[in-house]
């Protein structure tokens, strides 16, 4: 799982509530990425961010929201606007801002749960 | 969508046997690139391709790439029970910052 940490490692959550992840890299790098992943799936783009104070929406962004105040950290909130906020939450990070051409260092998830 | 789609959706194997895993993708691309992913866990990157390379090893592991036939292949030799994990392509396309995944082939490898 690299330098990349995320928490809580699963998160329960009632329905109508926003829930915030986090993730954190000691990597020192400029990237960071936001993958959501459904049973026998594969990984789906939230949010990207290729520096601080910018990022950019994925394929599925709607409901969900992220800031990177930090180059360190990268959390996403799960709004109530989510209707199937249900998942596994992946968060990565890669060397440079054009994150197709670099590896991407995967932290080792959060499951949520809406109950 | 750059997609990948690996075939087969499930392999089941004999330690000792070797696993190949394809993967198809649509439009022209930067890179490939598979990871693994162990149950419940984060994905682990095994080997990037470039678009301009036919085929790659690391380890056990060996990589190939048809940009004609826009397809890639993940060969494991001589398999160990430690390989069990589920296996994804990603695909890198021209001037795009994302990587798309596909939905994985998963791997057995009974001792």
């Known amino acids: 799982d690299g330098g990349i940490t995320q928490s809580p490692k699963y998160l329960f959550r009632k329905e109508g509530q926003n829930v915030t992840l986090s993730c954190e890299q000691n990597?020192?790098?400029?990237?960071m990425y936001w993958y959501r992943q459904d049973p026998g799936q594969g990984l789906r783009l939230i949010y990207y961010?290729?520096?601080?104070?910018?990022?950019q929406k994925g394929d599925i962004a709607e409901g969900y929201s992220v800031s990177r105040e930090k180059k360190e950290s990268f959390p996403l909130t799960v709004t109530s606007a989510q209707k199937n906020p249900t998942a596994f939450y992946l968060c990565?990070?890669?060397?440079?801002?054009?994150?197709?051409?670099?590896?991407?260092?995967f932290g080792p998830g959060t499951r949520l749960t809406v109950l | 969508s750059q997609q990948g789609e690996e075939d087969p959706q499930a392999l089941s194997i004999q330690e000792g046997e070797n696993a190949t895993m394809n993967c198809s993708y649509k439009?022209?691309?930067?890179?490939l690139q598979w990871y693994r992913q162990n149950s419940g866990r984060g994905l682990v990157h095994l080997i990037l391709?470039?678009?301009?390379?036919r085929e790659k090893h690391s380890g056990r592991l060996r990589v190939t790439l048809d940009t004609s036939k826009k397809s890639s292949s993940l060969l494991i030799t001589a398999s160990r029970a430690a390989d069990t994990a589920s296996y994804f392509c990603?695909?890198?396309?021209?001037?795009?910052?994302?990587?798309?995944f596909g939905k994985g082939t998963k791997l057995s490898v009974i001792p």
């Open positions: 990565a990070s890669s060397v440079r801002g054009d994150g197709g051409r670099d590896t991407q260092y």
């Open positions: 990597l020192n790098h400029d990237a």
């Open positions: 961010s290729q520096i601080v104070n910018d990022f």
């Open positions: 439009t022209s691309i930067n890179n």
């Open positions: 391709i470039r678009s301009n390379e």
């Open positions: 990603a695909a890198s396309g021209a001037g795009s910052y994302q990587l798309t």
